[in-house]
């Protein structure tokens, strides 16, 4: 006769016990919704590119994509936790978090391009400075003025601020709590890396999401990695406007 398992009971700021089978089914739900959303304020653009689209509905798009991955963990957080981001994600800064602005650039301008360098040798013409560059480089040279404003609050300031959320907080908390810290790390920065979609880009994705991994798993928390992806973000919009 099976043991009835006793309820689980939980300290002031542990964090939310979701299964990785919960977190992944939130993720994937969360995150087809703000396809969906995505491409419906894409098509009412009247663009199929959304380079073409504008900055202004670039912002709009990137929106209708955030807002169910945020509600979707928020929901687990209320399901399993306390419904408190801090308490349940770590999702809360410290002073000592600074230290993630030089780190998020030294992961730009070191690290990136010496995991590149075997691979540009290996394949010249695949993992080119221009192809790399170039998704960036298209939102660039397409804005201007307020739209400028409006790139980098997507790039550097949102799109930060919701993945740590959901792939250091949700995702990778579910995967450590279960499996081994480090397979953990790795295996959600691996998921990190593929979901943006951009082959070409998916070996440094991958390293980014390893060292922001590396930050929330020694914290605890998730504002280092969160400062650092703003500054990695950031630094790569930098390193196109001065080329």
Known sequence: ?????????????????????????????????????????????????????????FFGIAVAGWVPLVAGVWGAGRR?????????????????????????????????PLLYWPLRTAWPSTFTRTHLEQR????WDHASGGGLVLLVLVVAVGAPLVEELVYRGLLQ???????????????????????????????GLFVVGLVLGTCALRTRRLGMGVLAHMAFNATGLVLVAVK
């Open 136 to 139: 960036a480089r298209d939102l």
């Open 1 to 57: 006769m099976p043991v009835p398992s006793l309820p689980i009971t939980r300290a002031p700021g542990d964090r939310a016990p979701i299964e990785v089978r919960d977190a992944l089914v939130i993720w994937i739900g969360a995150w087809l919704v703000g396809q969906v959303l995505a491409a419906a304020v894409a098509a009412a653009s009247g663009h199929t590119n959304v380079v073409d689209a504008g900055p202004v509905w």
């Open 173 to 203: 908390g579910a995967f450590t709590r279960r499996l081994d810290d480090v397979l953990g790390v790795v295996l959600v920065a691996a998921i990190f890396a593929i979901v943006h979609f951009q082959p070409v880009e998916t070996p």
């Open 80 to 112: 399993f936790g306390t419904g408190n981001l801090a308490s349940d994600f770590g999702y809360s800064f410290r002073p000592i978090d600074l230290i993630g602005l030089p780190l998020g650039v030294l992961t730009q301008l070191v690290l990136v």
